[in-house]
């Protein structure tokens, strides 16, 4: 969730975003945004998945699981289901999203966002939940897509990671919690 970013240099073939079975995932990837194999394991066995895969197996590679593409990009979703209260939908965290780092800013992890938001609003869900670092560049990222700031866990990162998370020189401690509401899910209209 907090690496920093190099420069792209890979060929991007054509690809598209579909449903992902989160036994597929490709660890390095879901290890690039939350390097806590542990939490990673917590999360994803009961989780929504999206990929950004390649839309054509290449010629010369290895044959993969159904036949298709690399998958290049991720996201996982879970449910917030201490968020139901009344039997209505519940709220949704994107736990993860990740790109193969050569193929960053190519405009895959927007369009994996998008799917992500489109995908909560149409369960019904009253707001779309994540969690990241005070810092960097992952806050625009979040908020050109409409997220706020709506809270802060001071020492997260200290106290459920064992490793430390260091982006420009700067030690990741607190997590911001970012909101995107779906208010036309709410009951309040
Ligand atoms: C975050 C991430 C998925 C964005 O994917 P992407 O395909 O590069 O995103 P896009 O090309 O659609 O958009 C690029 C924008 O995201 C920003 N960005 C978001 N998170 C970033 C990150 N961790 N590092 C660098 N840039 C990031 C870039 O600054 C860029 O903004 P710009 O257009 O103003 O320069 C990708 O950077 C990534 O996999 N990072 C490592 C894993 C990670 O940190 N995931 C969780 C973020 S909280």
């Avoid at 939350?34 to 197996?57: I, N």
């Avoid at 449910?79 to 209260?85: K, T």
């Avoid at 965290?93 to 960053?104: D, Q």
């Avoid at 866990?153 to 990671?161: A, N």
Wanted: aromatic share 8%; charged share 20%; proline share 7%.
């Amino acid at each position: 969730m907090i690496r920093g970013m190099k420069a792209s240099t890979a060929p991007l073939a054509a690809w598209h975003i579909e449903p992902l079975n989160p036994a597929e995932a490709p660890w390095p990837l879901l290890l690039s945004a939350d390097p806590s194999r542990e939490k990673v394991r917590g999360y994803l066995a009961g989780s929504t998945c999206f990929a950004a895969r390649e839309s054509f197996q290449r010629e010369g590679q290895p044959p993969r699981p159904g036949g298709r593409g690399e998958v290049l990009g991720l996201c996982v979703l879970v449910a917030l289901r201490a968020s139901v209260e009344d039997g209505s939908p519940p709220a949704w965290e994107l736990m993860n999203i990740a790109v193969t780092e050569t193929l960053h800013n190519r405009g895959l992890g927007t369009a994996l966002l998008r799917r992500a938001i489109e995908w909560a609003r149409s369960q019904g869900a009253p707001r779309l939940e994540v969690g990241t670092g005070t810092f960097g560049d992952q806050l625009v990222f979040y908020q050109r897509a409409g997220f706020r700031v709506t809270g802060i866990k001071r020492d997260f990162f200290l106290k459920h990671y064992t490793t430390q998370l260091w982006e420009r020189g700067v030690q990741h401690r607190d997590m911001l919690r970012l909101t995107l509401n779906f208010p036309s899910n709410s009951s309040g209209g």
